[in-house]
């Protein structure tokens, strides 16, 4: 019957509609993703101390599709608050849990709390990555999180993600004169 023709074919032509709406948003979400990264390390070179990097990669959230930023550093006393805003100490051995031994970052399905504070638990979306700074000093991660869940999924968010985290740990080991490793 030619009815039930043309109306599989608006429904066919529905569904491709939908499918190409996505498709153009997740990319625009992309572009705007690799914007933010590309602004926020421009303000990490513009970076004129230690406390304004790391009040930069904190600043930087908003422009990488998250709702915060924290850095965590590992540390016998556990878990808690440092005096530095935004800086969070985690329990050693907490990041190669996470990530694993050589895992450089990841998409997590829990943990926002510790992570991020008490903010944290509102995070549907959590990725962090693992800061390599130098030689002797604690492990420590950069971690974002977003309250709308699968924030961070995609091959391509992660990269640019990555790419920004590692000029975060570049300009940190630059600040604290450490040797590049």
């Known amino acids: 019957d030619l009815s039930a023709v043309i109306e599989k074919l608006r429904g066919e032509n529905t569904r491709l509609r939908a499918e190409r709406d996505a498709l153009h948003d997740a990319q625009s ?13 421009l303000e990490l070179l513009d970076a004129r101390s230690f406390a304004e990097a790391i009040a930069v990669g904190l600043a930087a959230a908003r422009a990488l599709a998250a709702d915060m930023a924290a850095f965590c550093v590992e ?3 556990g878990a808690g608050r440092i005096s530095t805003p935004g800086v969070r100490l985690i329990p050693t ?3 190669a ?5 050589d895992g450089m970052g990841a998409i997590l399905g829990g943990g926002g709390e510790l992570m991020l504070g008490p903010g944290g638990a ?17 492990a420590a991660l950069y ?12 091959e391509d968010a992660e ?6 985290a590692k000029a975060l740990e570049r300009a940190i080991r630059a600040w604290l004169d450490l040797p590049k490793i």
């Open 29 to 41: 979400a992309l572009k705007k993703l690799d914007q933010g990264v590309r602004d926020a390390v």
């Open 75 to 77: 540390s016998e006393e």
């Open 93 to 95: 051995g907490a990041i």
């Open 97 to 101: 849990a996470v990530l694993g031994r």
């Open 122 to 138: 509102q995070c549907a979306s959590l990725v962090a990555f693992r800061l390599r700074i130098g030689q002797g000093t604690p």
């Open 143 to 154: 971690v974002l999180g977003a309250r709308a869940p699968g924030r961070f999924e995609g």
């Open 159 to 164: 990269f640019s993600l990555r790419y920004f």
